[in-house]
């Protein structure tokens, strides 16, 4: 499983890196300063996972992010991004919210914490609606199956679903 780190900054980077190893999550991590390299990374190679860093000298890791989207094999690929306080919330906020992102960290990183949201993200399973037409819901060891077709809406209360 290849996580692929874009972050510039030396001593950020080696710190993920040896933390992200000591986990044995992943058989293969790469790392890139710029997003052309990690471009070219995620083009040689299939990876699982995406750690960036949104503060880059030469643009932006949003900018990686939206380029990665665009091919179908990286669509719903795990993104962490990592970002300054400095950044503006409205940015932040409309990244997040356009799902190129699925988790996204504030500078200074707590190691520990980035370990946590790898590992919750590892666990999950991510199915595409073409793979998977009906919603399940299990009640009381019972599963419930709904076509997605016939979904308007819907809103959980307390632990109680309602389609």
Known sequence: MPLLILVEEDDLRESIKGFIKSLNLFNQIHEAVTIEEALNISNEHVIDMFIIDMSLSVGKGSGFIEEIRKNDDYRFTWAIVLGDREEECSEILDFYNASICNRFILKPVEILNLGDIVSELLS????????????????????????????????????????
């Open 124 to 163: 999950k399973k991510v199915v595409d609606a073409s793979e998977e037409n009906r919603l399940r819901i299990n009640r009381k060891s019972m599963d419930y199956f709904f076509d997605h077709d016939d979904i308007i809406f819907i809103e959980t209360v307390e632990k109680m679903a309602y389609i």
